[in-house]
């Protein structure tokens, strides 16, 4: 994809929301009930303080750094262990999620594993609503459980200013489900297991549209928005330590700032595709 230049009279548009939405929300023990307020939209997002073990922080960080699995990804300067769609057609992230698989589920296997201490938290919660969260799939095959990262880049930011709305729009993905997440709310889910100094999550409060994306040239990826479009708008600061848990609304423009030593996450996104189905991908 070729650079695009940002015309001096260039402003970012989209939706922006009130005060009262755009903020987090901080507790100190795991609670599935404000990660569905999330989910449905009704808060920006919600973090969980020291809400990982410790014996799972360290198993999970020796296994990563172990793995024969491990890859250096050189376009956004990281190790990581698992499969992105973004930028991908479905066969070719699904082939990517099944080649990686086996190096991921030793990392989600740990003891008290938050990867699956969450998903059954949430299982309960969506129960309760008569819904259900499982791995997405297309014609059988699944996506990715899980996507660890370490995030090492140099510079202002160890993750670049994007969104997770328009990767879901990739017609190299029409027909596979992630793409109805869109019609309700795309949510980012991370647990850190190791944190350098800095790497604070950062939040804008946009949304961007259709035509601001297009004029980036960044229409179907979200990445990266030029930190000088997000000038104009409020931003969320959040300090991460390891062990936290925190969850968002992806489709506000949101970065990792600069980061010495390895910011170390498991992640994936997760979004309702019908109003009795959660499903995950990574």
Sequence with gaps: MGAFIVKQDFR????QTESAFFRFEERNEFDPEPVMDVLRGRRLGVIFRDAIPEDAKKETVARFWSSPGLLRRDGEPSYCIGSYHW???????????????DAVLPLLDVPHSPWRSFRSAM????ARYGASIRIA????EPAGAALIRAWDKEGSFALDPH???AQCTDPRQAGFEIQRAADYEICAVNMCVQQGDGGRLVVWNIRPDDDS???????HTGFSYPAATLEPFDAIQLDVRSGDVYVFNGRHVHAVDAC?????NVSFLMGFVDERTVVTWT
């Design 260 to 264: 010495k030593g390895h910011r170390t």
């Design 163 to 165: 969104e997770d709305e």
């Design 213 to 219: 994306r297009t004029s980036l040239g960044i229409q």
């Design 87 to 101: 930028n991908k057609s479905t066969e070719s992230y699904l082939k990517d999620a099944a080649t990686t698989a």
């Design 137 to 140: 799939e297309h014609e059988g």
């Design 12 to 15: 970012l548009t989209g939706v």
């Design 123 to 126: 299982a309960e919660e969506l």
